[in-house]
């Protein structure tokens, strides 16, 4: 939700267990893809805050995967 008006659709949603934060992926139009905009997610009919993020959610530079 973006000023009052439904805007994408969360493909998939978690709670990460390192860093203990939840976190999804969603369809939003080009113009919201802005790093940090304000959006608001719809569960069970309550709005919930969130950011756009354009960097992975974690170990953005794959060192993880590396070891």
């Known amino acids: 939700v973006h000023e009052g008006f439904p805007v994408g659709r ?5 709670r990460s267990p390192t860093n203990k934060k939840p976190f999804g992926l969603a369809i939003l139009p080009y113009n919201l893809c802005i790093e940090g905009q304000e959006v608001f997610i719809v569960i069970n009919e309550e709005l919930y805050p969130g950011s756009v993020s ?3 959610a974690y170990d953005p530079k794959g060192t993880r995967l590396k070891a």
């Open 10 to 14: 969360v493909t998939s949603a978690r």
């Open 54 to 56: 354009l960097e992975p």
